[in-house]
């Protein structure tokens, strides 16, 4: 049986005596590919932030496996105009991702230089390590942000809106990165997005949140509910 990465069970999280979302159960394991979907004001950027231990759960439980609890969990967060004008070189952002090992130590060790370089290998950004950050196109960007997250553990990346402002062909250059890590380099993958249509061609299971979880299974048979129909666009889109 695989190692659960991340489990919730009836898990409630909420701010100031109001539960925004409640009653979620799921799990994650190696080779998972999650998306969580949703209208707006659902429940999801909650949801998200309870999973990255950001928000404490109000009721219910979650468990990491040791791994994540030691490493943290690797993390796309939506962009900023700010974070896009970062002024740092590629190297420098992707190493950022290594602070959780480093502790409280001043400089990064030639281990975590070592896995700052195999990730821009990996996401194919090594010739890009002097260039500044806020220079990089759109894709670019999202490849130096990978690779930064990569750096805190390879074992469970959570993406929130990832495909924001990139266009049409650099939202399928993404898609088919993310795909290469979770069936290639078994990363598993959770992700926040309204881009359904791409969504239901990749991922295994789907988490619908409204408010509470209205469906969580694979992919094959969120497209059969009343929900995955609505939020396709009605069944004829999958005849």
Known sequence: MSEILLKCEHVDFGYENYDVVKDVSMEIVPGD???I???????KSTLM???LGLLKPTGGTITLSEDLKKSGIGYLPQQTPAQKDFPATVEEVVLSGCLGMRGKRPFYSMNERKIAAANMEKLGITDLK???YRDLSGGQKQRALIARALC???KLLILDEPITGLDPSTTQDFYRLIRHLNRDEHVAVLMVSHDIQNIVTQAN???????????YGPVEEYKKTQYGREFLGGA????
């Open 37 to 43: 979907v949703g209208a707006n004001g659902s429940g």
């Open 205 to 215: 299971k789907i988490l619908h949140l409204k408010q509470t979880v209205q469906f």
């Open 33 to 35: 590919y999650l998306c």
């Open 152 to 154: 805190a553990t390879d």
């Open 236 to 239: 004829e889109s999958w005849q």
């Open 49 to 51: 932030k309870g999973l």
């Open 130 to 132: 002097k260039s500044c």
